[in-house]
């Protein structure tokens, strides 16, 4: 059972954007897909709804942000979401999320995405995407599937999928598995 009683999740801050610049140094660096710290500045300042952290232990122990599109493509590490984010778009883009190393394995990553899916369909999106190095496992727990491959400097990265209008809500009424 997860460790998800003693958590919240709340829309992201200014004062949060250090650590989680962070958290994404943490997380990323092995893969060689950390973005700079004012990418993160300009994805709250364009869809501060769309931009969550996790608080446990009194601390930001993960977070994830998004944007809106009108037409769906391949995401791109550091695009400036001020150009990019479209406020009637029906396309969600899950730009980052992570969890900080000593959070990871209790569910917190699951309570993100699940957060981030609710957050997709309450703005009117028909369908999310996002790309990873290594997490496909994890998304497909949720029904993401594999829509294309492409390399960013140098890396090799799946762009995932999920259609939410066939989804609906099932996962985020089921909770962390």
Not at 95 to 110: E, F, H, I, N
Not at 117 to 139: N, P
Request: charged content about 25%.
């Amino acid at each position: 059972m997860p460790d998800t009683a003693r958590v919240l999740v709340r829309n992201a801050r200014e004062q949060d954007l250090s650590a989680v610049a962070e958290i994404d140094t943490e997380a990323f660096s092995p893969y060689g897909t950390t973005e700079k710290p004012e990418t993160f500045q300009h994805r709250l300042t364009a869809f501060p709804n769309g931009f969550i952290v996790l608080i446990a232990d009194n601390e930001i122990a993960a977070f994830g942000c998004s944007e809106k599109w009108l037409a769906e493509r391949e995401p791109r590490l550091d695009e400036n979401p001020l150009v990019t984010h479209q406020p009637g778009g029906r396309i969600f883009c899950i730009t980052a999320m992570a969890v900080r190393s000593k959070y990871q394995g209790r569910g917190y990553s699951l309570v993100m995405l699940d957060k981030l899916i609710e957050i997709a369909h309450s703005e009117g999106c028909r369908k999310i995407v996002l790309e990873t190095t290594h997490a496909q496992d994890f998304y497909m727990k949720r029904g993401f599937e594999t829509v294309q491959h492409h390399t960013e400097r140098g890396i090799s990265f799946d762009v995932m999928s999920l259609d939410i209008e066939s989804y609906g809500m099932n996962a985020a009424h089921h909770g962390p598995s």
